[in-house]
């Protein structure tokens, strides 16, 4: 067996020790002589399976109970969906920053669903390099909520602050979630797609203050509803629950390494390695400002086209995988979440810099 180094920007690479984990209790977990994935979700295992990846997940984020912490199916995408249906009240409506794909989608989903959708600041005039800086953002004070993406995974930009806004601010943390200490007081809702920090794709996490969910109008569909959701500990229907286990398994894993905190300086220190390479030679560009680098999602250029061909498939010969950059945007991304370990990154550098040494 040969596992690559892993950048791909989701799904993802995933920890090790939680794989061989998975792995070990796969035919027989907690002496039920089941998998997780053969039991039932109301059984006694696997209830204390998803309460205690909720304990994780609280513990580690620093999560009140002002909030509730939920389980969804339909990953992130689901979401663009689902806030404009049950937090903006009809005839309302919400403000939305444009910082890039992601950002995007979510307000195609806002502008469908019944209300107005303001875009109170876009990046897009600026090919999306950077967040916006606070006082940038001119929002109306009658909005029912401010959504933001906060680490855009495919231009490579985040927010080094976020905004303060006097409307509950809600976040897409997909590509970022548990990779840098955040304050969730700060927040009406946080929500992440698993596939990139916490675990398989087809689940979403969702974190959002107890407020918020009694505000969905009775036009929602049950399914629809984060208070149907809430009210049966995210056991409504048959959830994802592997990927329940999986963001255990992740958040113990987290909580190993010294949590979220010792986590951020650990893939501080690995964006960091990359980015001073990138910096030190005219051969490598980068396209995103530098008060808004993702230290997730690390994107660049090279001389020519042809030449970043080369290196994405000279990589991949080398054992490195996922380096090409998003279909819409080109170059190279090297996606570097907290799964992806130091030697990883030290792998990359050096191949880098033969690249350049041939290539330059
Ligand atoms: C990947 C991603 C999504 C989409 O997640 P799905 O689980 O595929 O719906 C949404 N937002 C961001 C920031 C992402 O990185």
New binding site residues.
Partial sequence: MARVYNFN??PAALPLPVLEKAQSELLDIMGSGMSVMEMSHRSKEFKEIIVSAEAGVRKLMGVSDDYAVLFLQ?????Q?AMIPMNLRRPGKSADYVDTGS?AS?AIKEAKIADGACNVVWSGKEESYMRAPKPEELKLNPDAEYVHI?S???IGGIRYPVFPKTSAPLIA????EIMSRVIDVNQFGMIYA????NIGP??L?LVIIRKDLIERTPDSVPIIMRYSTHAENGSLYNTPNTWGIYIVKLITDWVASIGGISAMQKINEEKAGKLYSLIDSSDFWKSPTDKSSRSIMNVVWRLPSEELEEKFVSEAKKAGMIGLKGHRSVGGIRASIYNAVPMEAIDALISFMKSFEAANG
Avoid: P, Y
């Fill in positions: 920007a989701g339909g990953g992130a995408s689901l663009f992601w989608k993406c680490n855009e995974t897409d943390m997909s590509s797609g698993a596939q990139k794709s087809g979403a």
